[in-house]
């Protein structure tokens, strides 16, 4: 996939970011480009939240000649061990779980209510047609045809980082890599 078109895009520590927007929508995708072909371990080691906000508020408005590979990215998991590492424990607890607001039962009633399972599927879409998300959310890419300077050539033909973030709140949607973006 091949598009020159205006994006923000900044300059990090040992890579490189763009962000392309989804239409009708408060989304973008955050795409980190490490310098160095095996640089992907050390960008993964500087990411955090703060560092994706620094990177954000830093971008300026560039000419851009984004090259991306195709990619399609799956992932099904069971969120019990998540919520409880983010201190979501009590539901998750037959003994001390209290959604007796739903059905009017507590522990240790055998009817009471708790998480006993918490599925969790994600799909992050790549092609000529655009980008899609698990909810089919799709961008568009339109080729910008006015030339100030030589645009940045973003070429992804190496191993990289992306995120799908709310650009009003800057939560993260999505997080994922591509290791061999040569495999579509």
């Known amino acids: 996939?091949?598009?020159?078109?205006d994006v923000p895009y900044a300059k990090g520590p040992g890579f490189a970011a763009a962000q392309l927007a989804y239409l009708w929508s408060d989304?973008?995708?955050?795409?980190l480009l490490p310098e160095r072909t095996?640089?992907?371990?050390?960008l993964e080691v500087s990411l955090s939240r703060r560092m994706l906000d620094d990177c954000v508020a830093r971008m300026t408005e560039r000419e851009v000649s984004v090259v991306l590979?195709?990619?399609r990215l799956e992932r099904q998991a069971d969120m019990r061990r998540s919520l409880a590492i983010l201190g979501m424990t009590a539901a998750l607890?037959?003994?001390?779980?209290?959604?007796?607001g739903?059905?009017?039962r507590r522990a240790p009633d055998p009817?009471?209510?708790?998480?006993s399972n918490v599925p969790h599927q994600a799909s992050v879409a790549a092609d000529e047609e655009g980008?899609?998300?698990?909810?089919?959310?799709?961008?568009r890419v339109v080729m910008m045809c006015v030339r100030r300077r030589p645009p940045i050539v973003f070429r992804a033909d190496r191993p990289f980082l992306f995120a799908i973030r709310d650009d009003r709140t800057g939560a993260i949607v999505f997080l994922g890599r591509v290791i061999d973006p040569t495999v579509s």
Do not use: C, K, W
Not at 27 to 31: D, E, G, K, Q, Y
């Open 1 to 5: 996939m091949f598009a020159t078109f």
């Open 27 to 31: 989304l973008s995708m955050l795409i």
């Open 38 to 42: 095996d640089g992907l371990p050390e």
């Open 69 to 71: 590979p195709r990619f």
């Open 93 to 100: 607890d037959p003994a001390r779980a209290d959604f007796s």
């Open 102 to 104: 739903m059905n009017g």
């Open 111 to 115: 009817e009471a209510l708790m998480l």
């Open 131 to 139: 980008i899609e998300a698990a909810a089919a959310t799709s961008v």
